[in-house]
């Protein structure tokens, strides 16, 4: 069973910029395939970005590319969202989640808020 803790979630203003933290415990980190995904009040959950094993390919939304960046630790166990440029159409609660392969997610944290003021 792996768990999937999320911080770094706030309130910024239009144009700055927020770095997501996910720390997994209970697992090995290096075989999961991890993504970071958000949902709008009102509105279905989508995938902003993820990332393979060994963080050598990366994948992003449309809305996503240019202004975030997805990494990952594994000695650390933690992968990373940064997000620049913010928008209030970026805000959401974030959520990361581990699966055996891109698309394939069994395991999901609890979610940070992001907050965008225009």
């Known amino acids: 069973q792996v768990q999937l803790v999320e911080s770094g979630g706030g309130l910024v203003q239009a144009g700055g910029y927020l770095r997501l933290s996910c720390a997994a415990s209970?697992?090995?980190?290096?075989?999961?395939?991890m993504g970071w995904f958000r949902q709008a009040p009102g509105k279905e959950r989508e995938s902003v970005a993820s990332?393979?094993?060994?963080?050598?390919?990366?994948y992003y939304a449309d809305s996503a590319k240019g202004r975030f960046t997805i990494s990952r630790d594994n000695a650390k166990s933690t992968v990373y969202l940064q997000m620049n440029s913010l928008k209030p159409e970026d805000m959401a609660v974030y959520y990361c989640?581990?699966?055996?392969?891109?698309?394939?997610?069994?395991?999901w944290g609890q979610g940070t808020q992001v907050t965008v003021s225009s």
């Open positions: 989640a581990a699966g055996t392969r891109r698309g394939n997610y069994k395991y």
């Open positions: 209970g697992g090995t980190f290096s075989s999961y395939f």
């Open positions: 990332i393979s094993w060994s963080g050598g390919t990366t």
